[in-house]
């Protein structure tokens, strides 16, 4: 009797002290935009190497297929994001109350690809009549605010009943349409260029125009979350508010992103590939997932180690950057006015990092 | 049918229910003072705005309750009948209108009926460009060709014994497994354009067409086979006077079936891929930038033509087989 009276209390104990072990840790659910891969290196790296765990917090990286990340966390079932600037500000504007964070990438990696046989040669003048293919959910605001730019009209404006381009959506990979059905094709610099030259088509025989160069230069890859969780007083019963949460999630973030960044091997080797399966291969002749994600890891790193990384601000987004995205955004019609204050809230970055955002020059 | 006319009170013998009247036109006259005085308010109503649109509410609905049922019991025309569906939807969207504005849902979640019809106005030409690629394109042509073929096939099965024992069964089976499933494949296989959503459409009208047609064509009546046997009725005569016309009304049931199928098929084919044109493009477009103005305009569209091509089939079907005892009166 006695015996099982030990047994029982030790169990007891065990399972209490495993209970608390594990709600020490803060539950948290980080959306990411797309499928794993290099382009989530440094979220990546902060979950394996315990970045996350010595911040508190025990997150989840959710994958994403071609839904929009702001629409899982509005409806709660993520608590953070990582999408584009673009389509979150277009998302604030329709009064969905996102907060941008913290900037990851300080340069856009948005490219449209031709062939050279098309005889594009120069964008805006030669687009009219052409077929482009986008992705949707959120992803076409680049192409469109190029179309925009260059004065022309397209399939995606649901306004302009005799279309100058002809927006072709397609799931993704760029051999369903390339180059068959779409003269110009969406491709990211760190991944469907890769892909599209991997089918045949290399740099010998397409033209890769990065739409920073066209003065496209909206940027990318940021974490977000709502106003909901930010005013959370008590997030999910931690004893922390959402801002102290915020600012955790960040600085294990920018932990990893900059360790990511300055071991891209051993990244990829141990914290990209076992995750990711299937969608971290290429295409064709350039398939392999390892090469692949070696390749997009450096092209990643080009994104991360720009702007105000390069000053020692990882993950600020520099008002000026910021306000050239909202300028182009509403010159043109994506934006039909300035986002409010509260879309940009600087605070976590601030409390992650030490700094001020004022101090920024 | 003389009986039951003498049974019903002719209008002028029952007075109109005033009380009813008055309690629609309360309601609907709160819920729009509401919607008019929050208009171009952007903050959240308070507790008493809310329990006018609550009292709003309560009284149309009440009052639609004693208009339905003094109509109900009057012998009216179809366009009076349908003075209480009228008001119900008439008496939702105020509703809903009014809820949406009082707790300032965002229009990125949830338009309000308003803004949805202006946007469907104003987008209107780009709609009808979509649905002609959706629906001509899509749904007509995949349907023609499913119902054409699911006709001819279930002829044949009928006629030939070899094919009901080996082909029947898995018309069965796919007839009653979501084809729909098969839309990725197809468009990956056949491209973006127009021709890969015209396939899952006929692929998906085409089973219950074929399952449909053969029961109708197969179980005839005995006795009216040895009649025809008696007459010395050759096979297509069979068919000509008898197995056809008994299947008629086993076609229409597929094919009213097929209509909703097609639309169905057509707009979720485009989810997966197409060439900047069509309703499932426009909403799964506007979905992911949170346009939902012009998803629901798009879904609007769709549903009206969708009533429609169902309404054409079953004028359609009372046309051919009026003789059927289902519509006999």
Known sequence: MRKWTVVLAVLAMATASLGTAQQNLIKVNLQLKWFPQAQFAGFFVAKERGFFRAQGLDVTLLPAGDQSPIQVVQSGAADFGTTWIADLLVARERGIPVVHLAQIFQRSGFTLVALKSTGIKDLCKDLKGKSVGVWPSGNEYPAVALFRKCGLTSSLDPRAANPDVKAVSYPFDPSLVFPDKVQLVSAMTYNEVNQIAGLGYDESKVDVFKLADEGINLLEDLIFTTERVLNERNFKGSGLTGRQVAARLIRASLQGWDWAVKNQAETVEKYVLPFCGNTCKGSGSRADAKGHQTWQMAEIAKLYNAGATTKGWAGFLAPADFQASVKLLRDQGILTKDPPRQAVDYGPWEEATGKKAADYK | ?329
């Open chain 2, 1 to 329: 049918m003389e009986a039951l006319k003498v049974g019903r009170p002719s209008p002028a013998a029952r007075p109109l229910p005033w009380l009813g009247v008055a309690a629609v036109g309360l309601g609907f006259a709160l819920l729009a003072l509401f919607i008019w005085s929050w208009w171009d308010r952007s903050d959240l109503a308070g507790t008493g705005q809310k329990l006018l649109i609550l009292a709003g509410f309560a009284a149309a609905a009440y009052g639609v309750a004693r208009v339905a049922n003094f109509l109900a019991a009057v012998r009216t025309g179809p366009l009076v009948g349908f003075i209480p569906a009228g008001l119900t939807l008439a008496l939702v969207l105020l509703t809903v209108e009014a809820l949406l504005r009082a707790y300032q849902v965002p229009a990125g979640l949830i338009p309000t009926p308003t803004r949805v019809f202006a946007t469907l106005w104003a987008v209107r030409d780009v709609l009808l460009q979509d649905a002609y690629q959706t629906v001509v394109l899509e749904a007509f042509t995949g349907y023609l060709v499913g119902c054409g073929l699911g006709v001819a096939t279930a002829l044949l099965v009928s006629r030939f014994v070899f094919l009901e024992r080996g082909f029947l069964p898995y018309a069965t089976a796919f007839s009653s497994i979501p084809i729909v499933a098969l839309a990725p494949v197809l468009v990956k296989m056949m491209g973006l354009e127009w021709p890969s959503k015209a396939a899952i459409v006929a692929i998906t009208v085409f089973f219950p067409v074929v399952v449909n047609t053969f029961r109708g064509l197969t179980e005839v009546s005995p006795l009216s086979l040895d009649l025809m046997r008696s007459y010395a009725a050759g096979e297509a005569q069979q068919y000509r006077w008898l197995r056809v016309p008994n299947a008629l009304p086993f076609i229409f049931n597929a094919l009213k079936l097929g209509t909703t199928l097609a639309m169905i098929g057509s707009i979720v084919g485009e989810f997966f891929g197409a060439n900047g044109q069509g309703l499932g493009f426009r909403i799964q477009i506007e979905a992911g930038r949170f346009g939902f103005d012009i998803v629901w305009s798009a879904i609007i569209v769709a549903s009206v033509i969708g009533i429609a091509w169902y309404g054409l089939v079953a004028w359609l079907e009372r046309r051919l087989t009026g003789w059927h005892v289902s519509f006999r009166e």
